[in-house]
């Protein structure tokens, strides 16, 4: 969670409480798809939810295992990629190629919009992965681009490394 690049993006710690994000995250896609004329179905809640209670990619697989319908039976595959194609075109979710993974967009549930594209840092231990603001990255790919008559329609900057938890327990083992 982040404003720009020059801040520091946030890891979440594995023991975050959850219950702020998922409240806040629900609304603002309430918000957005209101606004865009579309609905939340109980689906779509329900996909968000799991991700924003975890913080972590997840697989399209592993959020129908959390997944239950009306008689608490677990739905099937189409269920849970429909809402999230909807919730990634809707740009609170986003999806993390590297990992073949969704996560729940942390920069854009305060109400903006990602600008500049999207950019993750993927720690390759954890698999924990914080969201960067991607506006001067998008200012300096948008100016690169106009220079080479290109019009750029969405970018994704995935950067490998370690995040700060595990870079420190490298140090100490």
Not at 53 to 80: C, F, S
Not at 104 to 116: E, N, R, V, W, Y
Not at 121 to 135: F, T
Request: include cysteine; proline fraction near 3%.
């Amino acid at each position: 969670m982040t404003d720009t690049l020059n801040q520091t993006p946030l890891f979440h710690a594995h023991d975050h409480g959850h219950d702020h994000c998922i409240e806040t995250g629900l609304a603002e896609a309430e918000r957005r798809a209101k606004e865009t004329g579309q609905r939340m179905t109980d689906n779509r809640r329900q996909v968000l939810e799991i991700l924003l209670a975890d913080h972590r990619p997840m697989g399209a697989y592993d959020i129908l295992e959390k997944m239950t319908d009306d008689d608490g039976n677990q739905p099937g595959p189409p269920i849970a990629y429909r809402a999230l194609d909807f919730l990634t075109q809707l740009g609170v979710v986003h999806r993390i190629d590297r990992l073949n993974a969704f996560i729940a967009c942390s920069l854009g549930l305060k109400g903006d919009h990602c600008i500049g594209g999207d950019a993750f840092l993927i720690c390759e231990k954890c698999r924990r992965v914080a969201e960067l603001s991607a506006d001067m990255l998008g200012k300096a790919l948008q100016t690169a681009a106009d220079s080479a008559g290109f019009a750029i329609t969405g970018a994704t900057v995935e950067l490998v490394g370690l995040c700060p938890d595990c870079r420190t327990a490298g140090r100490a083992a």
